[in-house]
C-alpha cells in the first residue's frame, strides 16, 4: 500500500510529466475556461491564454514547455493560419476588391506608422524590434466574426471589405516578418533579396497552380474516401508550411497560403470543412493558445512598472490604430457609424497573425519578454474590446435594415425553408443530396426530406424497409455538415402522384430532382414522371445533372429568358444561385436581355448581395446552341425555364433541355423552374393548363422510365 502511495505521489509531483495526465488535463481546461467566460460574454480565447498563464512553469508550475508541448504548439498555430486563408470569402473580395485593397492599406499603413515612432523613441527598441513590433499593430484576426454571422449582417458591405483587408495585411506583415528575420541574420543583401523573390515565385507556383490540379484529381477519384480528403488537406498544410520554411519565409506564411490554395475546393458548409475547423476548434486551436499563456512570465509584469508601460502603451496604439483605419474607410466610402464600428470591432482584435509575429521575433531574441507579455495583455484587452464593439454594432445595422431583411427571407423562403429530394437512383443521391446542403438556408429548422416512392404492390412493405435501409447512410452525409435530414419512404400507385403528395404534406419549399436517363423507345413512350411532377406541384423545382463534384467547377453560367424577373420564384432562384457560387468561390455569368439585367442589378443592390457577377447580352432562344461558344467542360450550366401559363414561358423553352442534354452531355447542368404561385400545390391552381401541361410537356424531359430524380 506504501508503495501505492508513493507511486501516485509521484505521478501528481510538479510539473506533471505523465503524458495520459497532462493530455487529460489540458483537455479539461479546453471544455471548460470557454464554458465558464460565455457567461461573461467573453471570448473563449481569453479564458485558454489566462489557463496557460496559471498552469505554466512562470504560474502554478502545473506544466513545463516540453517536446510534446511545443509540437501541439506549433500544429495549432498552423492550423490557425490555414484556417484564416481557408475561411476567406475569395468572392466578397473580388466583387469589393477596389474597396478592401483601400482598407487593407489603411489598416496595414496607419497602425504601423502610428506603432513605429511610438515603440523606437518613445519605448527605446531598436530598428528591427520597433519595426517587428509595428508590424504586429498592422494584422488583426477575425476573432468577433461568428458575432456576425449569428446576428445574420455578414453580408453587410462593411464585413465583406473587412475580411478581404486580411489578405493584404496579414500577407504584407508576414513578408515583413520574412524581411526583419533576414535582416537579424545578416542577410540582407542584394543575394537575399535575389533568393527571396525566385523561392517565392517557385512556392506560389506550387501552392496556386500544382497543389489545387492534385487535389481535385485527388477528390475526384477518390470521392466517396471522406476520411482520406480530411488527411490529404492536412498534408498539403503541413507540406506547404515546409516548402515555406525552404524558401526561407516562415511556416506560417506557407499554412495561410495553403488556405488560400484550397479555398474554392472546399465550400462553407461542406463536410470536409466542417470536420477541419471541428478538429481545429476542439483540439489544435486551444492547446495552441494554452502554451501561449504558458510563455508569459507574471514575474515580469508585477517586477517593474517598465512591463506594466509597455503593455499599456501596445493596447492604446494597436487599438487606436485601428480605429483610425476604420475611420478613414468610413470618410471615404461615406459608411454610417454603425458600418464604422463594425468594421473597428472586426479588425481590431489580435491574436493568430499577432502571436505568430512575437514569437517568432521572440525566440529569434529581437523582441524581450516586456513586449512578449505585454502582447498576451493586448491580445487580452483587443479582444473582449472587439467582441463587444461588434455585438453593439452589429445590433445596430440589424435593426436599421430589418425592412430590408424581412422582405428578401420572404422573397427566399427563409426561415421556414424546406428542400424536398426524391431519388430513384441512389448513385446519385450523395451530389444531389451535397447541392441541397449549399442551397439550403442555414438558419431554416426544417431537415432536408429525402423522398423514396415505392409501387404498390404486393411486395411494397419490403421494399419500404430496403428502401430505408438505403437512405440511412445519407443521414451520416448530411450530419457530417451539421445538416439534418429526414427520411421519407412512400407507398404510392404512381411516383410522380407520390412525389407531388409528400410535397404538400410537408409543404416543401423546393424540390430537388435527378435529370432523366434515357432507356430507349420504350422510355420514350411512357416516361413523364417529373412532367408530372411539374405540373402538379407549384413549388421551385431543380432539375439536376452533375457530371462531378460541385467543388470541381469553375463557373456558374445561367441563361434568363425574357420577363423570367416576372415570375414569383425569381428572387429565389436567384439567391439560392449566389449562394451556390459564395460557397463554390466561383463568379457566375448570367445571359440576358437587357431588361432582365436591370432588374437583376437592381434585386442585387436591394438586398445587398456581393458575388463575383457579370452579364452577356443574348436575345436569340431559337438559335439556342450559340451558347456553345461560351460554355466550357468545367462549367456548370443553369437554364431557367417556366411552366406552361407562366409570364416568362414560351414554346422553345419546351425543347431546351433535350438540346442541353444533346448538345452538353459532358457538362453538369441545371434547369429551374421557378415557383408560379405564392402558396398552394395542385391541379386546382393550374385549372385547364395542368391536363394539358402533362401532355404537351412530354417532349421536354421523355426518357423516363427508370427515371433519377
Known sequence: ????????????????????????????????????????????????????????????????????????????????????????????????????????????????????????????????????????????????????????????????????????????????????????????????????????????????????????????????????????????????????????????????????????????????????????????????????????????????????IVAGTLSVVALFGKWLAALF??????????????????????????????????????????ILNGTIILILLTCIIA????????????????????????????????????????ENVEKLLEFSIFIKDKKSPNPIAILSVVSNNDEAEVNILKARNKLEQFVKQASASEVSVNVIATIDHNVASGISRIAREIMADMIVLGWPRRKGLISMLIGEKVDSVLSNTSKTTFICHLEKPLVLHKRILIAVPPFAERENGYEQWFFKMTNLAQELSVPIKIFCNDESEGAIQKFIINSKISTNLSFSPFEAWDNFLLLADDIEKDDLFVLISARKGSASYFNALEYLPMKLEKHFSSNSRLVIYPQQFNQGYGNELYGDIAGESINKRGDTFRGGGRQQY
Open 1 to 308: 500500500m506504501t508503495d501505492f502511495f508513493e507511486h501516485l505521489i509521484h505521478e501528481f509531483a510538479l510539473p506533471l510529466e505523465n503524458p495520459v495526465l497532462v493530455f487529460s488535463l489540458i483537455l479539461l481546461i479546453i471544455l471548460l475556461s470557454p464554458i465558464l467566460l460565455k457567461r461573461l460574454n467573453i471570448p473563449g480565447i481569453i479564458g485558454l491564454i489566462l489557463s496557460g498563464v496559471i498552469i505554466g512553469p512562470h504560474g502554478l508550475n502545473i506544466l513545463e514547455q516540453n517536446a510534446a508541448i511545443d509540437l501541439f504548439s506549433t500544429i495549432g498555430l498552423l492550423y490557425i493560419m490555414f484556417i484564416a486563408g481557408l475561411e476567406l470569402d475569395l468572392n466578397e473580395f473580388k466583387a469589393n476588391k477596389n474597396k478592401s485593397l483601400l482598407f487593407g492599406f489603411f489598416t496595414f499603413i496607419l497602425p504601423l506608422a502610428i506603432g513605429f515612432p511610438v515603440c523606437h523613441y518613445f519605448l527605446g527598441y531598436d530598428f528591427n524590434a520597433s519595426f517587428l513590433t509595428a508590424s504586429m499593430f498592422a494584422t488583426h484576426t477575425l476573432v468577433s466574426y461568428p458575432i456576425v454571422s449569428k446576428l445574420g449582417v455578414s453580408k453587410n458591405q462593411a464585413v465583406a471589405i473587412t475580411v478581404g483587408g486580411t489578405i493584404l495585411t496579414d500577407t504584407a506583415v508576414l513578408i515583413i516578418l520574412a524581411v526583419i528575420m533576414g535582416k537579424s541574420e545578416g542577410k540582407l543583401n542584394q543575394e537575399f533579396w535575389i533568393t527571396l523573390g525566385v523561392s517565392l515565385a517557385i512556392f506560389s507556383a506550387i501552392m496556386f497552380l500544382v497543389i489545387p490540379k492534385i487535389a481535385k484529381w485527388f477528390f475526384r477519384v477518390l470521392e466517396s474516401e471522406k476520411h482520406s480528403h480530411y488527411i490529404f488537406v492536412l498534408a498539403v498544410v503541413f507540406f506547404a508550411a515546409f516548402l515555406a520554411e525552404v524558401a526561407g519565409v516562415e511556416p506560417i506564411i506557407g499554412a495561410f497560403v495553403a488556405g488560400l490554395a484550397m479555398n474554392k475546393l472546399i465550400p462553407h458548409s461542406s463536410a470536409l470543412m466542417n470536420r477541419i475547423e471541428f478538429i481545429g476548434n476542439s483540439l489544435f486551436i486551444p492547446f495552441f493558445l494554452i502554451s501561449v499563456g504558458m510563455l508569459v512570465d507574471v514575474s515580469v509584469i508585477l517586477s517593474g512598472p517598465q512591463a506594466l
Open 329 to 370: 474607410t468610413q470618410l471615404v466610402f461615406r459608411y454610417s457609424n454603425a458600418q464604422r464600428q463594425l468594421i473597428f470591432g472586426l479588425s481590431s482584435a489580435h491574436a493568430a497573425a499577432t502571436l505568430a509575429v512575437i514569437l517568432v521575433g521572440f525566440r529569434a531574441e529581437i523582441l524581450d519578454e516586456n
Open 387 to 426: 467582441s463587444f464593439a461588434t455585438e453593439k454594432a452589429a445590433k445596430i445595422i440589424l435593426i436599421e435594415s430589418e425592412n430590408d431583411h424581412t422582405d428578401l427571407k420572404r422573397a427566399s423562403g427563409f426561415n421556414n425553408e424546406h428542400i424536398l429530394m426524391p431519388f430513384a437512383n441512389i
